[in-house]
């Protein structure tokens, strides 16, 4: 059973566009909410992570909305560059630094 | 500071063998974590150790083993291969109460 469920699987923006990618989730129990982003052959990179006690974070061009009733939280790259072409990975976890449930990943690209 | 090291960045085996990946991890972080990521997946959490135990652990095989010595490093050990192994073995590191660092991981393929 999937913990953590993401869309869409793909996506394709217009450089300077806004890319969003939209993760729901069931346990109640998740307390931490982290964005991954991944290139070919590399480990994921921590880009984003908000608590459910806010319902918005934005550090520079990437903004975590989070939607407590609704089990739902999205990503938002504003200005979107071919730079940030790579897969994107939502995550939960009981407990920030325990265990993650990784969402399946979003792969995006940002097209010049 | 180095971040998350691992060893070997790549790695073939043949189906039966036995492997270890092992970890460095980031300056002042105490636990490690490992997770499984096949082609086109998330990664799925295996163990996570702390204190040189295993404090949690995913839904995998006894095959799948692992250590975390006094320096904190830790080893993933995989014994007798499927061809299933085959994925990138990723290390996490983090310091109590705060968010993991993943390591570029091991690319383990089995034949």
């Known amino acids: 059973q999937q913990q953590v469920k993401q869309s869409p699987q793909s996506l394709i923006v217009q450089k300077g566009g806004i890319s969003i990618i939209n993760c729901a989730y069931e346990?109640?129990?998740?307390?931490?909410f982290p964005w991954y982003q991944q290139f070919p052959g590399k480990g994921p990179a921590l880009l984003i992570a908000?608590?459910?006690?806010?319902s918005e974070k934005k550090e520079g061009r990437f903004t975590i909305s989070f939607n407590k009733s609704a089990k739902q939280f999205s990503l938002h790259i504003m200005d979107s560059q071919p730079g940030d072409s790579a897969t994107y990975f939502c995550?939960?976890?009981?407990?920030?630094?325990?265990?993650?449930?990784f969402g399946t990943g979003t792969s995006l690209t940002v097209i010049p | 500071d180095a971040g998350v090291t691992q060893s070997p960045t790549h790695l073939i085996k043949t189906r039966g063998q036995q492997v270890t990946l092992r970890c460095s991890p980031k300056s002042g972080h105490d636990t490690v974590s490992w997770y499984q990521q096949a082609l086109g997946q998330g990664p799925q959490f295996i163990f996570q150790y702390y204190e040189e135990e295993e404090r949690q652990r995913g839904n995998f095989p006894d095959r799948f083993s692992g250590h975390q010595f006094p320096n904190y490093s830790s080893e993933l050990n995989v014994n007798a291969l499927l061809l299933g192994d085959s994925a990138l073995y990723l290390c996490?590191?983090?310091?109590?109460?705060?968010?993991?660092?993943f390591g570029q991981g091991t690319r383990l393929t089995v034949v």
């Open positions: 995550a939960a976890s009981i407990v920030t630094g325990n265990q993650f449930y």
């Open positions: 908000i608590r459910p006690d806010v």
């Open positions: 996490a590191s983090s310091p109590q109460g705060f968010s993991a660092f």
């Open positions: 346990n109640t129990a998740f307390d931490y």
